[in-house]
């Protein structure tokens, strides 16, 4: 568990073990409202209300915790010695946080330990008391941006030569600019005000000042394309990095993003790191190398004025810092509202078919304009703060060109100063407040890089949930599997498998049965090793799994689903997925194998036809065959079927089910099917009930038996029965 809220000073006062966790609740026993606070500490539950303590609840002396709904309300209760007494009451908009923190106080007294808050919106910065949204547990608003900004720049690098060209010429561009009021000055002190008419001298200055030009327009084209290049090759190796990053993750890391938060990520977020390469950064360190150079030659030159010149700068920069601060939090929520509205709209094109089938075109048209609507409210509310302070800071500037100027003005009418050298003087102050001009907008901009490149990091450092043990093994299999007293749940407080053990002979054929929901998929998941147990082990040919290298284990798996996902590409393509150096003549035969090859032969372009994006142009029979064949042709040790054959016709299905029995034949196979005819043949029937395997046996000793396998066959025959005859 994590601390939620922040505590007021006088109910902090009153706790002496540290708190683990906070809620806040709002209603009485009686129904009336309250100013309530339920705190946890390491052994107990107290409750404040009005700063009061009213009661203190050991936890470990309960049975359990019950969160119970009511009309608008609900409240937390607990059983202790078969009593049932009232804790706490709240409004509904707090019944789905009660009703985890009530599952996480029972796992509590039944294990004795307090587990860990998956829940990142219940996480709060210790230093300032805002919510803690990022998954690193790092507060975007406390952590320091310039170590972000340091790691941008450290990723180039490696492109030594291409960073000494590109800031070497930005640098060399600068000395020549701030060589040209120079120039102008001899111009205008030299033969423009005396009226000299020395042609030579008067054409060399002019040659100087556009040789000057020339170079620098030179210099800039080349400054251009090298870090134009090197953004560009920085962040196509962190593109490639991020996608490797995101291939790492476990299931339950990745799916606790959306697709639209990952998209966002690699598209958006990345290309606001090459644009800080491209623009930002080197802009800022030549500027600022700027700054300094001129604020010298002012000082050199005239420090009176100078001062003038350089007196609005300091307050100009604190404003300037503390309205970045405040930019990065309200680009940080901008960032998670576009996340979510390419989340709605990455929904709407994956599913297009079920939009168009149901005829709700409008209503995702609203979903989506509603997501793109409440980003517009948070991008307006941070751009309308950002232009509430920006008049001001450009008015400090105007008012030192103002200062210089006049006083500037005054020194040549009283012959401290040469108009060529005001003229200098102030072509230096305008470069100079053109630098800061722009400085002015950086923290809007560097906001923006900020969040998006945190984002990015975040999701590089991210530690892998499920990694290869230090020296994992790669070996061949057999396919012999044991399950030995397997607990895993996807909350720790939630467990859906519990002390499950079981073994499977090399080549056997087992079916998984048992209602939805009591961790048939999950069972699946744990022997690809998608996640990792979270209680005993499972065990390859004697190994644990976990130590068992998952390239090389994967690699002899073969898995056949429900829903068949094709990649956009040839049939061929497909096909080879796993073995993309297969010889034909192995395709054709697997093809053969899995009832294929018929189809296949009388497409368009035969093997080489294109499937489209999702296999879309075949049927869900011939898509359900390639998945086969593709299994086939990996030669698996394990083979996994999660309802092969469901949703077909009784033709096809005959076609797959003949297959799968020449797939199956030598292989350890783990088969889930709703149709429990189709399992009769396993060796043998794995039951599942609430989490825990109940049954184990073949078909016919498990409905001797009578027990839950038997009401699973005799509710699905009833239901047989009763459906309607088709014509």
């Not at 050991?58 to 709904?69: H, L, M, Q, V």
């Not at 600068?174 to 008419?197: H, N, S």
């Not at 609507?373 to 948070?378: H, I, L, S, T």
Request: proline share 3%; charged share 20%; aromatic share 10%.
């Amino acid at each position: 568990m994590n601390l939620q809220q922040t505590l007021p000073d006088g109910v902090a006062a009153q706790i002496e073990s540290p708190v683990v966790y906070s809620l806040y609740y709002d209603l009485t026993h009686a129904g009336g409202n309250a100013d309530g606070i339920l705190v946890l500490t390491g052994d107990a539950a107290l409750l404040f209300e009005d700063g009061v303590l009213i009661k203190t609840v050991p936890i470990r002396d309960a049975e359990e915790f019950i969160c119970e709904p009511g009309h608008g309300s609900g409240a937390l209760l607990m059983r202790r010695g078969g009593e049932v007494s009232y804790l706490c009451g709240f409004t509904q908009g707090k019944l789905e946080r009660f009703g985890k923190l009530a599952k996480m106080l029972t796992f509590t007294c039944e294990t004795g330990r307090i587990p860990e808050n998956d829940d990142p919106h219940d996480h709060i910065c210790p230093k300032c008391g805002r919510p803690v949204t990022s998954r690193s547990g790092d507060c975007l608003y406390c952590a320091k941006k310039g170590k972000v900004f340091l790691r941008i720049l450290k990723m180039g690098l490696p492109y030594k030569k291409k960073l000494i060209i590109g800031f070497g010429s930005a640098f060399a561009i600068e000395l020549l600019l701030a060589m040209t009021p120079m120039i102008q000055r001899m111009l205008i002190d030299g033969y423009v005000i005396p009226q000299r008419a020395y042609l030579p001298g008067f054409l060399g200055v002019c040659a100087l000042f556009a040789g000057a030009y020339v170079a620098t327009l030179g210099l800039d084209i080349a400054n251009e394309m090298c870090v134009h290049t090197l953004a560009i090759e920085v962040v196509t190796k962190l593109r490639v990095l991020v996608y490797d990053r995101i291939q790492a993750l476990s299931m339950a890391q990745f799916l606790k993003r959306t697709a639209g938060e990952i998209i966002t990520r690699m598209s958006k977020d990345i290309d606001a790191i090459q644009r800080f390469f491209h623009f930002y950064g080197r802009r800022f360190i030549t500027h600022v190398f700027f700054i300094v150079l001129i604020s010298v030659i002012l000082f050199i030159q005239n420090w009176k004025i100078a001062l003038l010149v350089v007196l609005p700068i300091p307050l100009m920069l604190f404003l300037a810092v503390a309205t970045g601060k405040r930019m990065h939090l309200t680009r940080e929520v901008a960032w998670s509202a576009w996340s979510k509205s390419s989340s709605v709209l990455t929904d709407a094109l994956g599913g297009v078919r079920v939009v168009k089938t149901f005829g709700t075109e409008e209503r995702e048209t609203r979903r989506f304009a509603n997501a793109s609507d409440a980003w517009r409210v948070r991008i307006t509310k941070a751009e309308v703060f950002w232009y509430k302070v920006i008049p001001a800071l450009i008015y400090l500037l105007a008012l030192g060109e103002v200062l210089v100027m006049f006083f500037g003005g005054k020194m040549v009418l009283g012959r401290e100063l040469t108009v060529g050298e005001l003229v200098q003087f102030s072509a230096y102050v305008t470069m100079l407040y053109g630098r800061l001009h722009w400085m002015i907008f950086l923290p809007r901009s560097l906001s923006e890089v900020a969040v998006s490149a945190g984002k990015v990091f975040e999701l590089v450092d991210e530690r892998i949930d499920v990694t290869d043990r230090k020296g994992a093994v790669n070996r061949e299999i057999t396919g012999a599997v044991t399950f030995d007293n397997v607990s895993f749940g996807y909350s720790e407080y939630k467990p859906i498998l519990k002390n499950v053990s079981f073994t499977v002979r090399p080549g056997e054929m087992v079916g998984i049965v048992g209602r939805s929901g009591v961790g048939k998929s999950t069972l699946i998941n744990l022997l690809m090793r998608l996640y990792d147990v979270t209680g005993g082990s499972i065990r390859i040919d004697g190994e644990d799994l976990r130590n068992l290298s998952q390239e090389c284990y994967r690699g002899q798996l073969g898995i056949v689903l429900q829903e068949t996902f094709l990649f956009e590409g040839s049939v061929l393509e497909n096909l080879t997925y796993a073995r993309p150096d297969a010889p034909f003549e192995e395709v054709v035969l697997a093809a053969k194998i899995a009832n294929a090859h018929a189809f296949i032969s009388k497409l368009p372009d035969g093997y080489h036809t294109r499937v489209g994006e999702k296999g879309y142009t075949l049927s869900g029979g011939e898509r359900q065959r390639i998945a086969i064949a593709r299994a086939i042709l990996g030669n698996p040790r394990i083979l996994i079927l999660d309802e092969a054959t469901s949703s077909l016709d009784t033709y096809t299905e005959k076609l797959i089910q003949d297959a799968l029995g020449r797939l199956t034949e030598g292989r350890t196979t783990f088969a889930i099917a709703h149709r429990l005819s189709t399992l009769q043949n396993a060796d043998r029937l794995l039951v599942f009930d609430q989490g825990r395997l109940v049954e184990n046996g073949t078909h016919e000793e498990l409905l001797r038996q009578k027990g839950v396998y038997y009401s699973l066959v005799m509710a699905q025959r009833q239901t047989s029965r009763m459906a309607p005859v088709q014509k």
